[in-house]
């Protein structure tokens, strides 16, 4: 089982960058294929960009590609998500999520193919 814990959410200008950081707890992260997921008021949940435990070619909704990279670090159980270009339309609460993969290889782009949420960090863009 893994615990997420994210952080880094503000508020920023338009144009602003701003990295989120979602800590995990539990030896095997690794192993882990991590997801990105974002909701703003009045809306349904969105995919923002996904991560194989290899760290090898993330995938991004077209939203976002190009303005945000998602990066990763065994070492130290953490996921990253630099958001750079920021717009009013990125605020919402941003979730990172785990699901358990036995290849190293392979993105999950769905909400339901992760079995494990953090609570979220709130970005807040101005325009």
């Known amino acids: 089982q893994v615990q997420l814990v994210e952080s880094g959410g503000g508020l920023v200008q338009a144009g602003g960058s701003l990295r989120l950081s979602c800590a995990a707890s539990g030896r095997t992260f690794s192993r882990y294929a991590m997801g990105w997921f974002r909701q703003a008021p009045g809306k349904e949940r969105e995919f923002v960009g996904a991560i194989s435990w290899s760290g090898g070619e993330p995938y991004y909704a077209d939203s976002v590609k190009g303005r945000f990279t998602i990066s990763r670090d065994n070492a130290m159980n953490t996921v990253y998500l630099q958001m750079n270009s920021l717009k009013p339309e990125d605020t919402a609460v941003y979730c990172c999520?785990?699901?358990?993969?036995?290849?190293?290889?392979?993105?999950?782009?769905?909400?339901?193919?992760?079995?494990?949420w953090g609570q979220g960090t709130q970005v807040t863009v101005s325009s």
């Open positions: 999520a785990a699901v358990l993969k036995s290849s190293p290889i392979g993105v999950v782009v769905t909400a339901m193919g992760y079995d494990y």
